[in-house]
């Protein structure tokens, strides 16, 4: 899988020194190459887009401002930034987990696709289904497999973002992968996911 | 379904995820507006202490905190010192005899009897 690299690895560096010193400029760069990729991994493990957006705005208004506690030798800025916003989801989930009534727990139903997401996934042929299974996952195999592929990262990276050493991220996204394919088949999805042109 | 499929499926959910639209101007100006407020400052540290030193001072004003904290007062509550006398004799030590000048004047309680009124 190819991960994704900001830009060139020297005006990343150049960006997050100018940023640590308070340049406005850099922190914008930073920002609009960087948001997207958070707010789609905050999408995939909180599943609304609102709430997601908050917590890379979240996420951002902390790496910006901490700028200088950023080190380049223990990792990459993305994983530094998915680190950040994969703790605040945890917060935001528990938050919300909080707010449910117990009854909504108890029913235990296929949590609702966001509008967004469906309209996304339509426009590409896709089906829900994979969206919604993956949201049934449990909260660290979910992670693991948000991460690897919803943040396009190496395994190394998962495990360094889920605090695990890169074998145990290997073996949750397996877990995960094996678990969507079960759903997947239990519902008889296989045909309705076979490719579809995307409309023109 | 086998597992490559699931894994490309994931695949194309994360490309389909990308053509969906943000606003990153908008967000861009939030995070900017909240990064120039000025922090918050963490004011508990502070209250507590402040409370942590009045809560001292109220315990250590009660008299039996007084009494060990306050040598002045703890010394008001001990018995006056009292100088005892024993003088040296061939058969030993006399008996201690309290001193005149320390020991406590007897209690006088003869009051003189009040004038009564005249004509009472």
Not at chain 1, 78 to 100: D, M, Y
Not at chain 1, 121 to 130: C, D, H, S, V
Not at chain 2, 66 to 77: M, V
Request: hydrophobic share 45%; proline share 8%; charged share 25%.
């Amino acid at each position: 899988m190819r991960t994704e690299p900001a830009k060139d690895d020297a005006w990343l560096a150049e960006w997050i020194e100018r940023g640590a010193r308070g340049d406005e400029a850099a922190c914008a760069a930073l920002f609009h190459e960087f948001y997207p990729s958070v707010v789609r991994l905050s999408l995939g493990l909180l599943n609304d887009l609102a709430d997601a957006e908050e917590v890379a705005q979240d996420t951002f208004v902390y790496a910006l401002s901490n700028l200088g506690r950023y080190d380049a030798r223990r990792s990459a800025f993305r994983t530094w930034l998915f680190t950040i916003a994969l703790s605040r989801c945890r917060n935001k989930r528990r938050r919300k987990l909080l707010l449910q009534g117990p009854l909504e727990l108890l029913a235990g139903e296929m949590p609702a696709t966001p509008r967004e997401v469906e309209t996304a996934l339509e426009r590409r042929g896709l089906r829900r289904q994979l969206w919604q299974a993956l949201q049934a996952l449990s909260e660290p195999v979910r992670e693991a497999v948000v991460l690897r592929y919803l943040g396009e990262m190496r395994y190394k990276e998962v495990g360094a973002a889920l605090g695990c050493n890169p074998k145990t991220a290997e073996s949750r996204v397996r877990l995960g992968v094996e678990a969507l394919r079960r759903a997947l088949t239990e519902q008889g999805a296989a045909p309705e996911w076979q490719w579809s042109e995307a409309p023109a | 379904m086998r597992r490559r499929e699931v894994e490309s499926q994931l695949e194309q959910v994360a490309a389909a995820l990308k053509t969906m639209p943000l606003s990153s101007e908008a967000a861009w100006d939030r995070v900017r507006a909240q990064m120039k407020m000025p922090r918050q400052v963490n004011r508990w540290p502070l209250a507590l202490s402040m409370s942590l030193v009045a809560a001292t001072f109220i315990v250590a004003n009660v008299v039996p905190m007084r009494y060990h904290l306050a040598p002045t007062l703890r010394a008001a509550y001990l018995p006056a010192p009292v100088l005892v006398e024993r003088t040296p004799t061939p058969l030993g030590w006399t008996a201690p005899v309290v001193s005149g000048a320390t020991a406590a004047p007897p209690l006088r309680f003869d009051v003189a009897p009040v004038p009564r009124p005249p004509g009472s």
